[in-house]
């Protein structure tokens, strides 16, 4: 089954009356002039061109889709608070810079800088770019007022450079408060009412308004579940690489990888192991400049490999460092090819924003994060990731590098991470390898882990896991697996509702010391505070 576009897209299609073309193309006439008349927008809008003849719309067959629609929140008034959501349905990366967003008699505008829809996920459009402002929602990119989502009949049109309309769907009502929700992109969507196809929302996010941006639409089925890909197990593995942090992560057909250890060799092995020759690594994300963190990354550039890369992110901090060196030269060259996305964590989603989401295909979801600024130690730059799983309820999950006491105060106050994203998780991969320059009474209360990993290896001249560490883990009740006496610790949730988690090792038990273990003489250990 084939459906069209309504007519009221294009006022200068043969099939409306030629009476109601004049009126509408007056329409935009005047929209036009007014428009240019206005105060400079966020993104400068350039004035409408005649549209070409809409293309017919194939359910199923659209690589982009238009999932999710805020036309008029509460918590925030409808000019700061109004955005939409654009799902990637295939499994390549889609740049959508150059492409143009039309809606009812408003001018319009072309999305003029990158941004990039990962493989089956999505970004928020809205009119403000500020977290704080619209509402509670991160943001892709902002559009000023060059578009507004009326409350009652109104249409909004996606185009490629082209100027072919890629999706557009079109309301004449809302509900104060609540997106509309795509719930199966695969069959016609274009006309939003309430049933099979598309819902109003039922979670909350932000101040309290309902809607999904950056996870799953409630009520998804088929078709890659109305933006965000279908539900799918989500897998996380602690890497043994000995003394280093290394961690995979897979939902979908989505992999992401977060520190490489110490040694290309193990990786190297790793990597087989994991049947990823061949693959795409959709982000790896390197915390901090330190070669136990770095040092394994190299392999996934080694030709013979045929690894894909999407993205990679890292604070690019001036180090002087080899290894760093020729991880960023491999990097820039596949740049230069435009085959690789290179973010600086400063700027993680490249547009001013601190926190960046990005989805996975099997609606797993991570949150990256700007890491404390302008510290001279590389452990207190370490880029803070929280994994949000498929259903938010069974697990989550806080991986932060190296990141020391300086900059766990950081992430608790400066920057509100307890707030936006929220810090509270199941699992914590310990700061620091298990030091106690990596934990704080302060930092175990936000996150209130159930377990604690810990990636060190079993002879380690920095005495970790640190006795002070072990003793702060057990006052609150957190017990922790270790990777030299438990291997690869691997953590695995369904993905469904009320689906829990589980976590295996090959060997050990939980609580464990280490041949190493000993208590640290720094101050900032004595006590913990």
């Not at 760093?324 to 490249?350: E, F």
């Not at 695995?492 to 090792?505: E, I, L, M, S």
Request: proline share 5%; charged share 15%; aromatic share 6%.
């Amino acid at each position: 089954m084939q459906a069209t576009l309504p007519t009221q897209f294009s006022p200068y299609s043969a099939e409306v009356p030629l009476h109601r073309r004049l009126r509408l193309i007056g329409s935009l006439v005047i929209a036009s002039v007014a428009t240019a008349c206005s105060s400079t927008l966020v993104d400068e809008p350039t004035l409408m061109t005649p549209p070409v003849p809409e293309r017919t719309i194939v359910p199923g067959a659209q690589p982009l889709v238009i999932n999710e629609v805020m036309a008029d929140p509460t918590t925030v008034t409808d000019a700061n608070g109004e955005w939409f959501e654009v799902y990637n349905t295939t499994a390549s990366a889609i740049n959508i810079q150059g492409y143009r967003v039309a809606s009812n008699n408003d001018a319009g505008f072309t999305i003029g800088s990158s941004v990039v829809v990962p493989a089956g996920g999505y970004v928020v459009l809205a009119a403000v770019a500020s977290s704080a402002t619209n509402g509670g929602v991160t943001v892709a990119y902002a559009y000023g007022t060059a578009i507004t989502l009326a409350n009652t009949s109104d249409w909004i049109a996606l185009r490629n450079a082209a100027n072919s309309t890629v999706d557009s769907v079109s309301w004449t009502s809302t509900t104060a408060g609540k997106s509309w929700s795509l719930k199966n992109w695969a069959v016609a969507h274009q006309t939003i009412t309430a049933g099979s196809v598309w819902q109003l929302a039922t979670s909350t996010y932000g101040l309290g308004d309902y809607g999904t941006p950056g996870k799953v639409n409630d009520g998804a089925s088929g078709g890659g579940g109305g933006g965000g890909g279908s539900v799918a197990e989500l897998v996380v593995r602690v890497l043994d690489v000995g003394q280093g942090d290394a961690n995979y992560i897979s939902n979908g057909t989505s992999n992401v990888i977060i520190d490489g250890g110490p040694s290309a060799t193990r990786m190297g092995v790793l990597l087989d192991s994991l049947g990823l020759n061949g693959k795409t690594i959709n982000a790896v994300i390197l915390t901090h400049q330190h070669a136990d963190h770095l040092a394994g990354l190299q392999e996934l550039f080694r030709t013979s490999r045929n690894i894909t890369i999407s993205y990679f992110f890292e604070n690019k901090d001036v180090y002087t460092s080899s290894g760093l060196a020729t991880l960023r030269d491999s990097i820039n060259a596949r740049v230069a090819r435009g085959q690789l996305i290179y973010r600086d964590t400063d700027d993680p989603c490249a547009n001013g924003a601190t926190i960046c989401n990005l989805t996975l295909n099997g609606g797993a979801v991570l949150h990256i994060m700007k890491p404390k600024p302008s510290d001279t130690n590389p452990n207190n730059r370490s880029v803070p990731v929280k994994l949000v799983g498929p259903d938010s309820a069974s697990f989550t999950m806080w991986m932060a590098g190296d990141a020391e006491q300086q900059e766990i105060d950081y992430f608790l106050n400066t920057a509100g991470y307890a707030t936006n994203p929220g810090m509270h998780v199941k699992v914590l991969k310990a700061d620091h390898h298990g030091s106690c320059n990596g934990v704080t009474n302060a930092y175990l209360n936000a996150l209130t882990p159930q377990y604690v990993t810990a990636s060190v290896a079993s002879s380690n001249s920095y005495h970790h896991m640190h006795t002070q560490a072990k003793a702060m883990y057990s006052a609150h009740g957190d017990p922790w697996y270790r990777t030299d006496g438990n291997g690869t610790i691997v953590f695995r949730t369904p993905g469904t509702p009320g689906g829990g988690y589980t976590v295996t090792v090959p060997k050990g038990t939980t609580n464990m010391s280490g041949a190493s273990d000993a208590a640290s003489t720094a101050t900032e250990c004595n006590p913990i505070p």
